[in-house]
């Protein structure tokens, strides 16, 4: 697995717990009680720790190798799931995963971006990167949902929409376009979840909606930190202070009213406890549902307005 | 820029830099800020293109007092702060957007023009503003909506701010959309990122100026991603029109009577 410099006293302590059990079993002692504290310890190390991340680190756990990914998600929270393929136009776009879903009583689109979690599984996956026949898929998906009155609950984690020949000869940018106007006039509950890393229009284009929550070590931003720096520094050295810069955070943007709701991820982050995650990131999507569910499309589509109406309007 | 003023002739004088010809400013300005040697497109201001599209002397300009506050107090090379002060200093303008109200070959609409000249045209939480206020005006008026874009896309000094605008002038055009009022996007050289990935490409109409740079991502970007050189023309005007992205080229002389005829065939079927 994965570790990064910032993780390892953590997994230090893990393994001294792990060697300490596999001797006392050997030995047929009872440390239950030294194995209690140790535990103790290392959940307040980490919580120490964690306390005081800097943006740069919250950045590696976004992107952390071992984190939960779209299927993860759909395989722990939902049921009957039922995968959708192809935009109808083009291509069936791996990086973009659609399809139905039951998730407790309600019957659901889930659309989300794919990482892989190994480097062949990522050359698949194309990264997370969908190209535009991924909108497009996302697109023909959520008009689905609106047809047969279903919710659409998107999970987004992706370092952008893939900027190469193919995605431009196609229409990327049309293709994003396209989504955030469709999006913003869909007559069923759309609900949010920024699940990793939300990188710009990428992310945006399954980004619009009436709830929108991000999990506490997830980022979102108009630009990478790496871009950020290259750009406007001139140089690849500054993606630290770009990161800080551009408020990225879950933190930042709850304050700025961009997210309504920080999930809490479990001790140490969300690769530490799949369930765990999984089970806060369905406790926000049913409750989110609940509450849109029963409403009118007239008041569905009200609300949504003025929701992205009154967005940034604070800062005038 | 893609002129620039021959300091020792003074500004009566400027380079194309496409055939390096040395021309007098005025006849560029008599041709529409078109090189009249090489026939090569200046990228003009955003006052500049009100002055050549609308009708003269009808433009009504509004929300000139809506702009940018620095909300994250944002600092790279420079404070943004004194960034902004120095394109208000080189453009006159608060904002890189123009909205206002004026004819287009006697056809009345609502016209938002995005200034290059203004940090790269970028759009930021008060221009996501205006053009958002631009199309109500517009729904409100029942007249169409014609959005000149020259922009690099969202402004990163306004981090997640800036990138919301995508959304919200997207969901303005989608309600001006339901009303029936045509929205005519002209895309000029450069539209890219988030404003080509927004309003831009969402126009019932989409025109463009020849050889401009249109795309999502800049070429330098694809070109590290993909490892190699840009085929020759990728991302120009006539590439997009070659891969359905586009209605049409047409020439900068051309363009205010293509947006008058445009907009005079919609108007006729909506409802006053």
Known sequence: ?????????????????????????????????????????????????????SIDEIVKIARHPSRPYTLDYIERIATDFIEFHGDRRFADDKAMITGLANIDDFKVVIIGQQKGKNTKENLRRNFGMAHPEGYRKALRLMKLAEKFNLGIVTLIDTPGAYPGI??????????IAANLYEMAGLRVPIVIIITGEGGSGGALGIGVGDRVAMLSYAIYS????????????RDAEHTKEAAKAMRI??????????VDEIIEEPIGGAHRDYDEMA?????????SLSEFVPLSEKKILENRWKKIRKMTTQFL | MIFKKKKEEGERFVQCKACKETIYIDDVKENLWVCPKCGNYFRISARHRVEITADEGIFKEFDTQIYSKDPLSFVDLKPYKQRLSEAKEKTGNKEAVICGFCKICDEPAVLVVLDFNFLGGSMGYATGEKIVRAAEKAI??????????SSGGA????????LMQMARTSAVLNKLSKKGIPYISVLADPTTAGVSASFAMLGDVIIAEPKALIGFAGPRVIKQTIGRTLPEGFQRTEFLLEHGMIDMIVERKDIPET???LLRYFNKNVAY
């Open chain 2, 155 to 162: 402004r990163m000094q306004e981090g997640i701010l800036s």
């Open chain 1, 166 to 175: 193919g995605a431009e000869e196609r229409g990327q940018a049309e293709a």
């Open chain 2, 259 to 261: 947006i008058g005829n």
């Open chain 2, 140 to 149: 409100t008026k029942s007249i169409g909506l014609v959005i000149i874009s």
């Open chain 1, 222 to 233: 108009v630009i990478s930190p790496e871009g950020c720096s290259s750009i406007l520094w």
């Open chain 1, 249 to 258: 955070i879950a933190h930042d943007l709850y304050k700025a009213d961009i």
């Open chain 1, 1 to 53: 697995m994965f570790v990064y410099d910032f993780e390892k006293p953590i997994y230090e302590v893990e393994r001294k717990i792990e060697d300490l059990k596999r001797l006392a079993g050997k030995k047929g002692m009872d440390i239950s009680k030294e194995i209690k504290i140790l535990e103790e310890k290392k959940d307040d190390l980490i919580k120490e720790r964690f306390s005081h991340l």
């Open chain 1, 279 to 287: 089970k806060r990131v369905k406790a926000f999507i049913v409750k």
